[in-house]
């Protein structure tokens, strides 16, 4: 019988991390949540007309983001031959609407404030698809909430906010670019 | 496009033949002909299925198990197999239901999918499980 040393687990997992590369699967999903907490921060901060009212902002943008990332990961699909892997941005669309109907029925506007949201979601993708890498980075917006939280009470308030959450929409819009380009490599 | 720049990992042997396989039933243990039939299988080792651990197809099975489902050229390319190969791997582990072969069209060009079916993921964690019982039990043996 042909037998798996323990360097050959590591390369299984080596084998993993090419295929998730491939997928795009960790930059992918830190730009478009970091292009949406930005476009937030600037809305919030900026904007006086609520086209949008702010309460909504979250579920909606999310369900937005998911399906983009769903579109992109289509369009991948064709043309590299990887699949959309084991929990799919359709399926982690489907549930969040799920979770948006379900909500709608109780009051929970509190959550839709918050970066509670994309926090959320971001760390279901990662334990889902057992991807640490977007696990680690997504504990960022949990903490720029938590920042947020400290500063003044349960919803950060007053000229501050726009700030603290700009910037970690920036930071991981960064760090999804450096993930990128470790992507390119290993792939 | 994709470049694919690093050598394929060594876990594949491009040239190594699928040799057909009968998986041993469930619960029962592979026990090699030498070991006495009164010594008792406890090693983990002896719990392998054979189907599963040989290299190509556990490679094959954890690129489906991170990507869901993958065509024919991408496996082909990121294990650096032969198209015969391949195929051979292929054909025992769906043998097994352990995948899904899908066959298509994306305008003309015929393209082939493999997918991961629930068994294949229950029985490469199975076989992770196992491994990390032997690493563990290696490790205990030497401290």
Not at chain 1, 48 to 65: E, G, I, K
Not at chain 1, 99 to 105: H, R
Not at chain 2, 64 to 83: M, V, W
């Amino acid at each position: 019988m042909e037998s798996v040393s323990f360097d050959e687990r590591r390369e299984l997992d080596q084998l993993r991390d090419r295929v998730r590369a491939t997928r795009r699967a960790t930059s992918g999903p830190l730009l478009v949540f970091g292009v949406a907490i930005t476009v937030f921060a600037v809305y919030d901060g900026t904007v006086s007309y609520a086209f949008v009212p702010l309460p909504l902002y979250w579920p909606l943008c999310t369900l937005v983001a998911l399906l983009a990332l769903t579109g992109m990961d289509r369009m991948r699909r064709g043309r590299t031959g990887v699949g959309a892997g084991p929990f799919s941005y359709g399926k982690a669309a489907v549930l969040l609407a799920a979770v948006v109907l379900a909500g709608s029925t109780v009051w929970f506007f509190p959550f839709t404030k918050l970066l509670l949201w994309p926090a959320t979601v971001l760390t279901v993708l990662a334990v889902r698809q057992g991807n640490r890498p977007l696990a680690v980075r997504s504990g960022i917006i949990g903490t720029v909430m938590i920042a947020g939280w400290a500063f003044d009470g349960p919803v950060p308030g007053g000229w501050l906010h726009p700030f603290v959450m700009g910037a970690g929409g920036v930071a991981l819009i960064v760090l999804g670019l450096v993930w990128r380009g470790r992507e390119r490599t290993i792939a | 496009m994709i470049e694919h720049t690093q050598r394929p990992p060594s876990l594949v042997e491009p040239g190594a033949p699928a040799a057909p396989l009968r998986r041993p039933e469930s619960g029962a243990l592979a026990v090699p002909e030498s070991l006495p039939a009164s010594e008792p299988a406890s090693h983990p080792a002896l719990e392998l299925d054979e189907l599963v651990h040989q290299k190509t197809r556990l490679a094959l099975l954890a690129v489906l198990d991170e990507a869901g489902r993958a065509d024919f050229p991408y496996l082909k390319r990121l294990l650096g197999l032969t198209d015969g190969n391949l195929g051979r791997h292929l054909e025992t582990l769906a043998g097994q239901s352990l995948i899904a072969i899908e066959k298509g069209h994306e305008g003309r060009r015929p393209r082939t999918w493999a997918a991961i079916s629930p068994a294949g993921r229950a029985a490469l964690a199975a076989e992770m499980d196992l491994l990390a019982a032997i690493v563990e039990r290696f490790r205990n043996a030497r401290n």
